[in-house]
Antibody
């Protein structure tokens, strides 16, 4: 059974940094692209980052470009999101999502809450 | 960026009703459109991909249609467990974007 479990969320001050992790199990991790999608409180879904299976292709949304970095360690079955220069508007639940086929997110984690506040 | 609009923003219907949600893209996205269900407090769940293909394990009461710029998600007979927000999402290019969602309630 596919499992994705996010960790590393919490309260951080504006301008601070945080690293999210997503531990994967139940599938051949190195064969799949992965994404981060976030959801601000009471709001809709926002795609923010993509990484291909071999890390050869990476995309970030304009809203986080230059501040967030997606990475993965296929030996550890783990996905990461390094977030820096955090702003209040980055407050959200952050989900990792497996990309089963091009552009479709077939499995999601339970989410990690990041709160940016002084 | 491709913009997706969804209508209505919310609806309330009776158990057993047929419900149709719409999603409109700002430009032609062929059939590169997925639908997700998000129940309160839960992660999203893939329902439909490629505009009309039902994801494994999703009840047959859900169906999707459309191509180009206009798409629909239909629930044939609304059930209490269908109370959720439904999002469309395109994958024609980067950035991937989601629609604002349609919240479905039971009357």
């Amino acid at each position: 059974e596919v499992h994705l479990v996010e960790s590393g969320g919490g309260l951080v001050q504006p301008g601070g940094s945080l690293r999210l992790s997503c531990a994967a199990s139940g599938f051949t991790f190195e064969s799949y692209s992965l994404n981060w999608v976030r959801q601000a409180p009471g709001k809709g879904l926002e795609w923010i980052s993509y990484i291909s299976a071999t890390s050869s292709t990476i995309y970030h949304a304009d809203s986080v470009k230059g501040r967030f970095t997606i990475s993965r360690d296929n030996a550890k079955n783990s996905l990461y999101l390094q977030m820096s220069s955090l702003r209040a508007e980055d407050t959200a639940v952050y989900y990792c999502a497996r990309e089963g086929q091009l552009g479709l997110f077939d499995f999601w984690g339970q989410g990690a809450l990041v709160t940016v506040s002084s | 960026d491709i913009q997706l609009t969804q209508s209505p923003s919310s609806l309330s219907a009776s158990v057993g009703d047929r419900v149709t949600l719409t999603c409109q893209a700002s430009q032609d996205i062929r059939n590169f459109l997925n639908w997700y269900q998000q129940r309160p407090g839960k992660a999203p769940r893939l329902l439909i991909y490629g505009a009309s293909t039902l994801q494994t394990g999703v009840p047959s009461g859900f169906s999707g249609g459309g191509s180009g710029t206009n798409f629909t998600l239909t629930i044939t007979s609304l059930q209490p467990e269908d109370v959720a927000t439904y999002y469309c999402q395109h994958y024609d290019n980067v950035p991937i974007t989601f629609g604002p969602g349609t919240k479905v309630d039971i009357k």
